[in-house]
């Protein structure tokens, strides 16, 4: 064999290696992305993909978290005004968070608001704590609700959806999660549909797509972490008709509102369903796929293969649906929109829901906190010991040095942490950044004593409000929750 054809054969060899390699490590494999309609009345599957395949709930979590604290209160546990304790383990959590430092109370009303529309980790684990007295013990109650509702592919460990390879769900077990939301708890209806809610000066808006941009959307959650893709919980009513529509798995915040759309438009125009989420069951929780090659990492073919499945059908625009950003395009005599139009509107502009710390006003109940297995609350920590606790998140315990170490040399884990644990919808809402607090005088008095930070996405007209410690008299008017939202409108 001469030289030449040596080398041409190194070559080949040296070709395929390469290709070989590349499919190996960075291919991007077919995943099918779960979706469900549901008729809530009736309990009737309109349609269905893949409904009862394994996910990360991510985010979706805090409806489970929301069902468990309103099944307390409607068993008499506590009441919406009762306060819940910020513990220092609350305050450890990732971002998206309210960044309140530990002692400080905010009632559960309040903190179900900052649960549905901020997506705040730290106000979940706070829920937990305050009804259940621990995380752990509430992850309990998370799983008798979820197997009383026969979700049978679900299994919870914590109440905000943060990475955890055994916190699994699926499609099906979601929507019946969100029918049972609103079949047992008709009262809090609203709370599932907040547009924004402020906080001080601060407003948030909700990070579900569908408000404010479809005729008829009204409530639900997102979720979003790298393993399991932008997730949706979405309701929407029209002509006395109420559908639940759940999308897992999207590569990003506008196809996963585009692929809602589509499915509403789809469950709106059928008449029956093809069978129950009862017959739907299947064996019990599984490994879930992990998502991060297509979500955070290979998002662009990821995008292109799930949107070519979104059924784009243009919809006629019709009579005035309610919803101001839609009739405004119908007015401008654009005939029809598609899925991806109605995903792509500007920003919904909503009256925010006002938020704060410290107690309703007039309460004299027990505070809900920390505290033993089968303890009631009122027991456990007191105000002051949470207060004067400077146990720091160990990764804000040198901000300064953090960043230096983080723009020279990236640290895989650091990233991963922060795709994972972002706000549910980075488009809409911008990176948490650090809210530098006062110390406290038994905090200046010691050198060794480290400063509690708290983050908040750009709000540096909190400080003050959350610097200060929460006093029992410092009592302020109960928030309202909105009124129902009209057939067809925006709040």
Not at 90 to 112: C, D, H, I
Not at 133 to 162: C, H, I, K, Y
Not at 224 to 239: E, L, Y
Not at 377 to 385: F, M, N, V, W
Request: aromatic content about 6%.
């Amino acid at each position: 064999m001469t030289g030449r054809h040596q080398i041409i054969n190194f070559c080949r060899f040296l070709s395929c290696a390469v290709t070989l390699f590349a499919l190996f490590f960075n291919a991007t494999p077919t995943h099918a992305t779960p979706s469900l309609i549901v008729d809530v009345a009736s309990g009737q599957v309109l349609a269905e993909d893949e409904a009862t395949a394994s996910w990360f709930p991510a985010s979706t979590t805090k409806l489970m978290t929301v069902y468990v604290a309103l099944d307390a209160v409607r068993a008499g546990r506590l009441t919406m005004d009762t306060p819940l304790m910020v513990s220092p383990r609350a305050a450890r959590m990732a971002p998206s968070k309210m960044g309140f430092r530990p002692g400080t109370e905010v009632t559960l009303q309040n903190a179900l608001i900052m649960l549905m529309v901020k997506s705040a980790n730290d106000i979940a684990v706070t829920i937990a704590e305050g009804v259940s007295g621990s995380v752990e013990a509430f992850a309990d109650d998370m799983n008798r609700a979820s197997a009383s509702l026969g979700m049978t592919q679900s299994r919870w460990v914590n109440p905000n959806g943060l990475p955890d390879a055994r916190q699994v769900t699926s499609a099906r077990d979601l929507a019946i999660l969100g029918r049972a939301l609103y079949t047992h708890f008709p009262e809090y209806a609203t709370l599932f549909n907040i547009g924004a809610m402020q906080f001080g000066r601060h407003i948030e808006p909700n990070h579900n797509g569908l408000i404010g941009r479809y005729p008829g959307a009204d409530g639900m959650k997102t979720g979003f972490t790298c393993p399991a893709g932008f997730n949706v919980v979405a309701s929407a009513t029209r002509g006395g008709r109420h559908l639940i529509v759940v999308v897992l798995g999207a590569p990003t915040a506008i196809a996963r509102t585009a692929k809602a759309v589509a499915l509403f438009d789809r469950g709106f125009q059928t008449s029956s369903g093809q069978t129950s989420l009862a017959s739907l069951s299947a064996p019990g929780p599984a490994d879930a796929p992990d998502m991060r090659n297509r979500v955070c990492r290979n998002r662009g073919a990821a995008t292109a293969e799930f949107m070519a499945e979104v059924e784009n059908t243009p919809v006629a625009m019709g009579a005035s649906t309610g919803v101001p950003l839609f009739d405004a395009v119908a007015g401008a005599g654009q005939a029809t929109m598609t899925p991806t139009d109605v995903a792509r509107l500007p920003r919904p502009h909503f009256q925010p829901t006002q938020v704060h710390i410290g107690r309703a006003e007039g309460y004299t109940g027990p505070v809900a906190r920390t505290r033993a297995p089968g303890s009631p609350i009122g027991e456990g920590t007191d105000l002051e010991a949470y207060a004067n606790d400077n146990v720091a998140p160990e990764a804000e315990a040198k901000p300064s040095k953090r960043r230096l170490i983080k723009k020279r040399t990236p640290q895989p884990a650091t990233q991963d942490a922060a795709a994972e644990t972002s706000p549910d919808d980075s488009r809409e809402a911008p990176a948490a950044a650090p809210v530098k607090r006062a110390k406290s005088a038994a905090t200046k008095s010691s050198k060794n004593s480290t400063a509690m930070k708290a983050t908040l996405s750009n709000d540096a007209t909190s400080e003050n409000q959350l610097s200060k410690p929460t006093s029992p008299k410092a009592a302020k008017p109960k928030p309202k929750l909105p009124p129902a939202t009209p057939e067809g409108g925006k709040q």
